[in-house]
């Protein structure tokens, strides 16, 4: 069975402090990788995706995240948190078999403190 | 190109009433998906089509369903409104694995 989990409902960060978000899936077949943000009263922006390749990926806004399938983790990391970046963030897993079927964590509240 | 586009934004009915939600997708994509989102549920699954046909269900009452036009448009309908029905109705369009989404439809209802 597929899964995604998201480790720490709500994070915390000083302005200009390192952004970490965590997120680890399960999934019986390679998954394609995704993490989207959630303004107020909005739908989902993709900030960036992991399909084939690099396993570094780089999104919108400074954010990156990092592939490792070894430990099945897909954390966000930003070198430097802005207001701005204050948001809900959901990792999600899209499992190729038959259409589009996508797993989405539970998301994760970023506050960013002044 | 105009992103995924919803319709209505918002709309308050009544328990027991019915309601109809609208979803333009992304010109050329032909997978569209439906979500309901709820502070204590997170991000639900209802189904996705593709080519007017559903491809994909998630564990939803009989009550939502749903339909895809030929133009790749797409409706879900939601009978017999109950208040726990409130939420906020994403589609998301896609074009091979990526998911795009709308800025949803918020429902309430009394």
């Known amino acids: 069975a597929q899964s995604v989990t998201q480790l720490g409902s709500h994070v915390s960060v000083s302005e200009g402090a390192l952004v970490l978000l965590r997120c680890n899936y399960s999934s019986s077949v390679p998954p394609y990788l995704f993490w989207y943000v959630q303004y107020p009263n909005q739908g989902l922006q993709l900030l960036l995706k992991?399909?084939?390749?690099?396993?570094l990926v780089k999104g919108i806004n400074g954010f990156e995240a990092e592939f490792k399938k070894s430990e099945t983790s897909f954390h966000l990391t930003k070198p430097s948190a802005h207001m701005s970046d204050a948001a809900e963030y959901f990792c999600a897993v899209n499992i190729l078999n038959t259409g589009n079927q996508f797993y989405f964590g539970t998301g994760t509240s970023l506050t960013v403190i002044p | 190109k105009a992103g995924v586009t919803q319709t209505p934004r918002y709309l308050i009915k009544t328990r027991g009433q019915q309601v109809t939600l609208s979803c333009s997708p992304i010109?050329?994509?032909?997978?569209v998906s439906w979500y309901q989102q709820t502070p204590g549920q997170g991000l639900q699954f209802l189904f996705e089509?593709?080519?007017?046909?559903?491809?994909n269900k998630g564990n939803f009452p009989g009550r939502f369903s749903g339909r895809q036009f030929s133009n790749s448009r797409s409706e879900m309908n939601v009978s017999t409104l109950e208040l726990g029905d409130s939420a906020l109705y994403l589609c998301a369009s896609s074009v091979r694995e990526t998911q795009y989404f709308g800025p949803g439809t918020r429902l309430l209802v009394l």
């Open positions: 010109s050329g994509h032909r997978s």
């Open positions: 089509y593709f080519s007017e046909t559903q491809r």
């Open positions: 992991y399909t084939t390749g690099a396993t």
